[in-house]
């Protein structure tokens, strides 16, 4: 029988990566795990909340309050963090302004509790993604500056995918790994260790409904992979979208507009987080010009363009094909 590893050996065996850590966090890496597995259950009954218990906003059968799924993510995930410890901030897509816990910890978190939310009434993939970062600031109360650090200062980053199965995958700066959960013993478990991207793939994955509003450069590079006969794959869960394209090989593209130069992803729970991953998997993000990483965020929901994926793929959307 194979050797089955859990997540929470996993954590405790790497903590040894950190000489002199105090273990704020692995416990913090702990809470995102118990989260996950809330919001995985909760995701999986998500139709039948909607259609059989009443819709959000409504009272469920034992009168209580319904909350969307993506307000309950956030809820959790903040309630989680601040029982924890560790971090004394958060920012997160469903909260215009940083969220204080006000108890000295050592980290500030971004978050986008549950991505890809339009999908959660189609039974669809959804997924969370986090990012977490040293505080630097020395006043009582972490500052807008902790946030606005650029993404190559990440000290972690991961994801949760709500999916045909539900896996977390994180990083420290030490390589990926993927941790699926076994529903049966309610256990994440080690199935993708030292996660490596291929450095070229036949998977593109962009919104084409927008292709006229995309640069010349965008369309001609959309317009080189048709022509090579690859694979056009869009979820519209970028989770879901760049989990399938780091394990197959692709590029995942949400490009500027004429009407939104920026595009659509945000810079500080979306693109830098998954930018993280995939550098530590071997690939390449930038916004088409610049390396997502080194990009220094100016707000706290800011959005960015994004060319995500196989290293030879977004270079090749940056040369316009
Ligand atoms: P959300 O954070 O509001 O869910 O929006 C982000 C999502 C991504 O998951 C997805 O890749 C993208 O928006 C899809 O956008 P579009 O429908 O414009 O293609
Ligand atoms: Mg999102």
């Known amino acids: 029988m194979p050797e089955i590893k859990t997540l929470s050996e996993f954590i405790v065996e790497r903590q040894a990566d950190f000489p002199g850590s105090t273990g704020d966090l692995s416990s913090l890496l702990t809470a995102f795990r118990l989260a996950a597995k809330i919001v995985s259950r909760e995701a999986n009954k998500a139709g039948l909340m909607a259609d059989i218990l009443g819709a959000a906003g409504n009272e469920n059968v034992q009168g209580e309050q319904q909350q969307k799924l993506d307000v309950y993510a956030n809820n959790l995930f903040i309630r989680m963090m601040r029982t924890q410890g560790a971090v004394c901030a958060v920012a997160s897509e469903e909260n215009d302004d940083i969220v204080h816990f006000d108890n000295g910890g050592r980290y500030v978190v971004t978050m986008d509790p549950l991505d890809g939310s339009s999908n959660i009434d ?9 990012s977490i970062y040293q505080r630097i600031s020395t006043g009582p109360k972490a500052t807008l500056e902790d946030f606005l650090q650029p993404g190559s200062a990440q000290v972690a980053a991961g994801y949760i995918v709500y999916g045909s199965s539900t896996m977390l995958v994180y990083s420290t700066g030490h390589g990926v790994n993927g941790f699926t959960l076994d529903p049966s013993i309610g256990t994440f478990c080690l199935s993708h260790p ?5 450095v070229d793939g036949t998977i593109f994955s962009v919104n084409e409904g927008n292709l006229y509003d995309f640069s010349p450069g965008v369309q001609h590079y959309i317009d080189s992979c048709k022509k090579q006969k690859m694979s056009a794959r869009y979820i519209g869960s970028l ?4 989990h399938r394209n780091l394990l197959k090989g ?15 992803l945000r810079l500080l729970y979306e693109a830098n987080p998954l930018a993280y991953l995939v550098e530590q998997a071997g690939g390449m993000a930038t916004d088409g010009t610049t390396r997502i990483l080194e990009l220094k965020p100016t707000e706290l929901h800011q959005r960015c363009p994004l060319f995500i994926g196989s290293r030879s793929m977004v270079e090749a959307a940056m040369k316009g094909g």
């Not at 189609?122 to 986090?130: D, H, M, R």
């Not at 030292?194 to 291929?198: I, N, R, V």
């Not at 989770?239 to 760049?242: E, L, Q, S």
């Not at 949400?254 to 009407?259: A, D, K, V």
């Open 122 to 130: 189609v039974n669809v993939s959804i997924g969370t993604i986090f």
């Open 250 to 264: 692709g590029i995942y593209l949400y490009p500027g507009t004429q009407n939104a130069p920026k595009g659509k």
């Open 239 to 242: 989770v879901a979208d760049f």
């Open 194 to 198: 030292g996660m490596q991207t291929p």
